[in-house]
T-cell receptor, first 120, second 112 residues
């Protein structure tokens, strides 16, 4: 149980285009999902917290107009990288917090497999 | 702001050795601490989660300990195998329960 999927697993796009990444909780509902970014040889950095039915909360330094987050249902959050540039190339990972703390431990997040974005 | 540090950054050991990975955090007011494994180009695999009230957790050849007062956790891997080669990440849940702060990881190579 507690499986999170991401789509696509990798994407290559031209500079200036927009890319949408989906994060789905497959066997549980999640009111809260998180988006992380990981540059090579670096740690995961939290970009934003996505709450179903409300606006996302962005971490300091993350441009909300560039990284659009939509959490339209209890099982789906999307991250859209608008007007992508080469410096946006990174590994994007989402995680989901089960509704009511249905994980093994209250507040345990379950992670998706990640999406590798390469902007040419 | 919580800062998580992992030492060493990289480690190479011959197969069969027991090894210890270290994680330290600056704010001891944590909720949980979790160890993950990440293979190159892949997502995260959860290894062990220790609640703040616990001192250790064990799973197979892995044992993780937590000392909140000193801001430290260790991951002990017994009888290492080449398949253990990966990056090991330590992550701390803040006292608010939701935010996760990650260390940069320890890159482990176990040679046959």
């Amino acid at each position: 149980g507690a499986v999170v999927s991401q789509h696509p697993s990798w994407v290559i796009c031209k500079s200036g285009t927009s890319v949408k990444i989906e994060c789905r909780s497959l066997d549980f509902q999640a009111t809260t999902m998180f988006w992380y970014r990981q540059f090579p040889k670096q740690s995961l950095m939290l970009m934003a917290t996505s709450n179903e039915g409300s606006k996302a909360t962005y971490e300091q330094g993350v441009e909300k107009d560039k990284f659009l987050i939509n959490h339209a249902s209890l099982t789906l959050s999307t991250l859209t990288v608008t007007s992508a540039h080469p410096e946006d190339s990174s590994f994007y990972i989402c995680s989901a917090l089960p509704l009511g703390g249905a994980g093994s431990y209250y507040n345990e997040q379950f992670f998706g497999p990640g999406t590798r974005l390469t902007v040419l | 702001k919580q800062e998580v540090t992992q030492i060493p950054a990289a480690l190479s050991v011959p197969e069969g050795e027991n090894l210890v990975l270290n994680c330290s955090f600056t704010d001891s007011a944590i909720y949980n601490l979790q160890w993950f494994r990440q293979d190159p180009g892949k997502g995260l695999t959860s290894l062990l989660l220790i609640q703040s009230s616990q001192r250790e957790q064990t799973s197979g050849r892995l044992n993780a300990s937590l000392d909140k007062s000193s801001g430290r956790s260790t991951l002990y891997i017994a009888a290492s195998q080449p398949g253990d080669s990966a990056t090991y990440l330590c992550a701390v849940y803040s006292n608010s329960g939701y935010a996760l702060n990650f260390g940069k990881g320890t890159s482990l190579l176990v040679t046959p």
